[in-house]
């Protein structure tokens, strides 16, 4: 059974850090891509962050970029997401995702996404 556990969400000021971190079980992704989505409250799912099987390719979307980074641990098969300069507007629900397939991308659609954890609370405080 494939599972995504994320942890590392909590409670911290504007402007502080987080770290979090996406472990996988049940099979490896090591040629497939990962990616992180948010949800705030009252609004949709929204792609944050993605990189392919690689680490070549990454993308974010704008309004983290320099203050979000995406990373992975091939051997611990794990994806990471250090979060800097949080604001309050970062405030979410926190999704790790993996694809099924090898599609070589970093894709920043949902869709394109096979395998998703419960989630991890971000609460950024002004």
């Known amino acids: 059974q494939v599972q995504l556990v994320e942890s590392g969400g909590g409670l911290v000021q504007a402007g502080g850090s987080l770290r979090l971190s996406c472990a996988a079980s049940g099979r490896t992704f090591s040629r497939n891509a990962m990616a992180w989505f948010r949800q705030a409250p009252g609004k949709e799912r929204e792609f944050v962050a993605a990189?392919?099987?690689?680490?070549?390719?990454?993308n974010y979307v704008q309004s983290v970029k320099g203050r979000f980074t995406i990373s992975r641990d091939y051997t611990k098969n794990t994806v990471y997401l250090q979060m800097n300069s949080l604001k309050p507007e970062d405030t979410a629900i926190y999704y790790c995702a993996a694809q099924g397939i090898d599609s070589g991308g970093a894709s920043v659609i949902s869709g394109d996404y096979e395998y998703w954890g419960q989630g991890t609370q971000v609460t950024v405080s002004s």
């Open positions: 990189i392919s099987w690689s680490g070549a390719n990454t």
